[in-house]
């Protein structure tokens, strides 16, 4: 049977997306490349396959302009971000002016936090936790 392997990519619509892209760099450091099309900014993270050990450009992170002005308020997604450092991270946030939502949750695999980006998407922070398998 086909199944689905992993994550191709995150696509967010906004309706200011260089101001977004922006927040992104600046706020999370992010760095994005303005896309050929010139709508939209994108960020490529390698990964290494699992099964074939090749490394490829994927997932990318994108931020597209939105074709119609989109509603306010909250969105049906999270965007999932790993960090190398959870609590430094949310340290460098806190002097940025950005709210963390609620306590952090940490369990046996990874620390976990939430933000909220300038359009109101949610932003969990992802700290794995590696164990001895």
Do not use: C
């Not at 900014?41 to 302009?65: G, L, S, W």
């Not at 709210?99 to 990874?110: D, F, K, P």
């Amino acid at each position: 049977m086909a199944k689905v392997k992993g994550i191709g990519g995150v696509f967010i619509y906004s309706n200011d997306a260089s101001r977004l892209a922006s927040w992104y760099r600046d706020v999370l450091g992010v760095e994005t490349e303005k896309h050929p099309d010139g709508q939209g900014y994108y960020k490529v993270f390698p990964t290494r396959d699992v099964e074939t050990r090749v490394v490829r450009e994927n997932p990318v992170f994108a931020i597209n302009q939105a074709e119609r002005e989109l509603a306010g308020g909250e969105r049906g997604f999270v965007v999932n971000l790993r960090v190398d450092d959870l609590e430094g991270v949310l340290d460098q946030l806190r002097t940025k002016g950005v709210e963390v939502e609620g306590e952090m949750l940490i369990w046996e695999r990874g620390k976990h936090a939430w933000i909220r980006d300038l359009d109101g998407n949610k932003i969990e922070l992802y700290e794995e936790i590696l164990t001895g398998r």
